[in-house]
């Protein structure tokens, strides 16, 4: 039955999870970073004796804008991922002005556990996860595959702390994007710790977000394949906005 299950999953989502797209970051008007993302089948990693379903892919790396005012980056991050888009195995390999990190964190869901092993400084690290808990990166596309007009409600784990999410639809209207004009919905996310747990200290990309004060928007083209054409990160002073410039099936 698992089995069967997890065909019909990858079958009845595949035409969300074959693709490429890239971004513009924005800050304050300046376009600070770049970010490569792409999804694909996959079924040849074996992570705590179970098949991965999706590798996702994504390189993000800092603008010159960014370069010559504060710190440069250039990251790497691919999560594999079981057919309800759970991570099983996320590396990173953070080359960060000050900062680097190449670790891998293995999540499993059955001891509701994961562990963080980080090969530079040889540290380990255990801690609890939730049966929904999603990265930053798989959660989007699990956002996607449901109905965006229903409340949506999942864990995140934020470099070892786990945070609530909850996503609900906000309206529909039309927003021109550098790849065309689409019918948008609009959805907003907001945050809740779960605990008092302190989160380790990680990369520039995804360390900050997810704060309890904050929200984080998203425009999904209103077709079956919810395609995100804009983020916006709202937070004080200033908002972040995830801009599309590439979209490939």
Request: hydrophobic share 40%; proline share 1%.
């Amino acid at each position: 039955m698992k089995g069967v299950l997890t065909i019909f999953l990858l079958s009845s989502c595949f035409y969300l999870f074959a693709e490429k797209l890239s971004f513009d970051i924005d800050y304050l008007g300046f376009n600070v970073a770049t970010v490569e993302m792409s999804i694909s089948i996959d079924e040849h990693e074996t992570i705590f004796d179970n098949n991965s379903n999706f590798k996702i892919m994504v390189y993000s790396k800092s603008s010159r804008f960014i370069d010559f005012f504060t710190h440069s980056y250039e990251n790497l991050y691919t999560v594999y991922s079981d057919a309800h888009l759970r991570p099983l195995k996320y590396i990173k390999d953070i080359k960060q002005k000050n900062f680097l990190e190449k670790a891998e964190t293995l999540y499993s869901f059955e001891e509701h556990e994961a562990i963080y092993f980080e090969s530079i400084s040889d540290r380990e690290h255990n801690y609890m996860i939730l049966d929904d808990t999603k990265d930053f990166f798989s959660a989007l596309y699990y956002i996607r595959s449901l109905n965006l007009k229903e409340d949506i409600n999942f864990s995140i784990d934020v470099a070892g702390k786990i945070v609530l999410v909850s996503c609900q639809y906000i309206k529909s209207e039309s927003l021109r994007t550098n790849i065309g004009t689409f019918q948008t919905n609009k959805v907003e996310l907001t945050f809740k710790w779960y605990d008092n747990v302190r989160k380790m200290r990680s990369d520039i990309l995804t360390n900050n977000l997810w704060q309890q004060e904050n929200k984080l928007n998203f425009w999904f083209t209103n077709d079956k394949n919810q395609i995100p054409v804009k983020a916006q990160y709202v937070m004080k002073p200033f908002n972040v906005n995830w801009n599309i410039k590439g979209y490939k099936e």
